[in-house]
């Protein structure tokens, strides 16, 4: 059987985007390991601390970067993260200082807002009915 274990979102700056992801989304960090230049930097829900890990990894790779302007470029978010409540949530962020490109917009099933996590990406909560 497969499942997820790890998965990753690329960041311009990891000190940067541990705060960002501890301090306003209110991940936890699970892993902190030197790894060359870099670090094995991962955080994980407080819901479920033993489950998925998203692992902070440098954007270092040439590719990266035109990666992740075009999908900013375009609006279209690098991951989703489920959240009980959009609307609430988007609350609570931009009281944070968190800037959102779309507000909580109700599409039918699911209720979605995307925001800027300062790191490079567009991240989307989504709240499914």
Known sequence: MIRI????????DQ??????????????KKTDVPA???????????????GVELLLEPDGHPAADPF??????DGIPFTQFAVDDVYA??????GLGVEFTQDATD?????TAVLDDTCGNL?????MK
């Open 68 to 73: 992740k302007k075009a999908l900013v470029s």
């Open 89 to 94: 949530e988007v609350e609570r962020l931009k």
């Open 36 to 50: 060359g230049g870099a670090r094995w930097l991962t955080v994980v829900s407080p819901a479920d601390p033993e």
């Open 5 to 12: 274990n790890i998965t990753s979102v690329l960041v311009d």
């Open 107 to 111: 599409l039918g099933p699911v209720v």
């Open 15 to 28: 000190a940067k985007a541990l705060a960002f992801y501890t301090e306003k989304l209110g991940f936890i």
């Open 123 to 127: 991240i989307q909560l989504a709240t």
